[in-house]
């Protein structure tokens, strides 16, 4: 039996599946250090199967986002691609550009009432290719004309204001919420773990201006970090200022820490506060999430203030 030629060397096979059609997306744009890429998709609705998350479907019309905030855990989304540097999340976006027509089919095609689909679960469907490839409003356009569908948007963006003619025709049909992600009101501390994301005060203007028009908005304190954002103060500031804007909620939850984002995370600690980065090594060290113990007095601290200032505890929770 003849021994089969050597592969050549610096050859690799071609990749397949998701990792291929990604390596072959066409370029739509380019922006500074900002690429985003096209890629078509075979359906938009996904199904959830985490316990861990509230909703039944899940609807992102971005691979990547260009917010780069050094918490993000969602960055292992792009190992999927073949894509393993952490940068590449939030330099290189993929836009699912056919999303808004295969969502058209398959609404038409299952029966979605009772159902909770989530936008913004891995991904801002606000971010600023938003502005010009306007997907999500495309989507929303869609969704507007669904019947008893339970609607989440979770967003760091003002641009969803845009969106409000939609969410309130979505809204006379369906049950619609949108979450605020606010983890500070420090505008300082935001600029630097959120770099290219909108201002706490603008999100903020955008969730009262959501409020103002009928819509249900609250904010998720998301993730809590230790050292930085979990002080009585700084949980206290963010309530006042979420009930301020008309918030009917305040959610938080302790920062888990996931590989794919430690580079990210333990540079910025190193940066900006050395003196957190050996307590984060050794609370994450060996693990994703923090003690039930912090976890606990974290829940008392934020109910009371939560209490204080009139906030549920969720969307789905009085």
Same mark, same amino acid.
């Given at each position: 039996?003849?021994?089969?030629?050597?592969?050549?060397?610096?050859?690799?096979?071609?990749?397949?599946?998701?990792?291929?059609?990604?390596?072959?997306?066409?370029?739509?744009?380019?922006?500074?250090?900002?690429?985003?890429?096209?890629?078509?998709?075979?359906?938009?609705?996904?199904?959830?199967?985490?316990?861990?998350?509230?909703?039944?479907?899940?609807?992102?019309? =971005?691979?990547?986002?260009?917010?780069?905030?050094?918490?993000?855990?969602?960055?292992?989304?792009?190992?999927?691609?073949?894509?393993?540097?952490?940068?590449?999340?939030?330099?290189?976006?993929?836009?699912?550009?056919?999303?808004?027509?295969?969502?058209?089919?398959?609404?038409?095609?299952?029966?979605?009432?009772?159902? #909770?689909? +989530?936008?913004?679960?891995?991904?801002?469907? =606000?971010?600023?290719?938003?502005?010009?490839?306007?997907?999500?409003?495309?989507?929303?356009?869609?969704?507007?004309?669904?019947?008893?569908?339970?609607?989440?948007?979770?967003?760091?963006?003002?641009?969803?204001?845009?969106?409000?003619?939609?969410?309130?025709?979505?809204?006379?049909?369906?049950?619609? #919420?949108?979450?605020?992600?606010?983890?500070?009101?420090?505008?300082?501390?935001?600029?630097?773990?959120?770099?290219?994301?909108?201002?706490?005060?603008?999100?903020?203007?955008?969730?009262?201006?959501?409020?103002?028009?009928?819509?249900?908005?609250?904010?998720?304190?998301?993730?809590?970090?230790?050292?930085?954002?979990?002080? #009585? +103060?700084?949980?206290?500031?963010?309530?006042?200022?979420?009930?301020?804007?008309?918030?009917?909620?305040?959610? +938080?939850?302790?920062?888990?820490?996931?590989?794919?984002?430690?580079?990210?995370?333990?540079?910025?600690?190193?940066?900006?506060?050395?003196?957190?980065?050996?307590?984060?090594?050794?609370?994450?060290?060996?693990?994703? =999430?923090?003690?039930?113990? =912090?976890?606990?007095?974290?829940?008392?601290?934020?109910?009371?203030?939560?209490?204080?200032?009139?906030?549920?505890?969720?969307?789905?929770?009085?």
């Amino acid at each position: 039996m003849a021994t089969p030629p050597l592969p050549l060397p610096g050859l690799t096979p071609a990749p397949r599946g998701l990792e291929g059609r990604a390596a072959g997306a066409p370029l739509l744009r380019t922006r500074r250090v900002i690429r985003i890429r096209d890629l078509p998709v075979r359906t938009a609705l996904n199904r959830c199967t985490s316990e861990r998350m509230p909703f039944d479907l899940t609807l992102n019309p =971005y691979r990547g986002c260009e917010f780069a905030c050094v918490y993000c855990y969602a960055r292992y989304t792009h190992t999927f691609m073949g894509l393993e540097h952490p940068e590449q999340f939030e330099t290189l976006i993929f836009a699912k550009g056919n999303a808004p027509q295969v969502l058209e089919r398959e609404l038409v095609g299952r029966d979605l009432r009772g159902q #909770h689909i +989530a936008m913004g679960t891995v991904t801002d469907p =606000y971010q600023p290719a938003e502005r010009t490839l306007g997907l999500t409003r495309r989507l929303l356009e869609h969704l507007a004309r669904a019947s008893g569908v339970r609607l989440s948007i979770t967003t760091k963006s003002d641009l969803v204001v845009r969106d409000l003619d939609l969410l309130q025709a979505a809204g006379r049909r369906n049950d619609v #919420h949108v979450n605020m992600t606010v983890v500070t009101v420090d505008t300082d501390l935001a600029r630097r773990l959120e770099p290219r994301a909108p201002r706490p005060d603008l999100r903020l203007d955008a969730l009262a201006a959501l409020r103002r028009g009928g819509i249900a908005a609250g904010v998720f304190a998301m993730p809590v970090l230790p050292g930085l954002t979990d002080s #009585h +103060a700084s949980l206290t500031s963010l309530a006042r200022a979420a009930a301020g804007a008309g918030a009917g909620w305040l959610s +938080a939850q302790p920062l888990f820490v996931r590989d794919c984002i430690r580079p990210t995370l333990y540079a910025f600690l190193e940066r900006e506060r050395p003196d957190l980065l050996p307590r984060y090594r050794r609370a994450y060290g060996r693990a994703v =999430y923090l003690p039930e113990s =912090y976890s606990r007095k974290l829940r008392a601290r934020v109910e009371s203030i939560r209490q204080r200032f009139g906030l549920a505890a969720s969307p789905l929770k009085g």
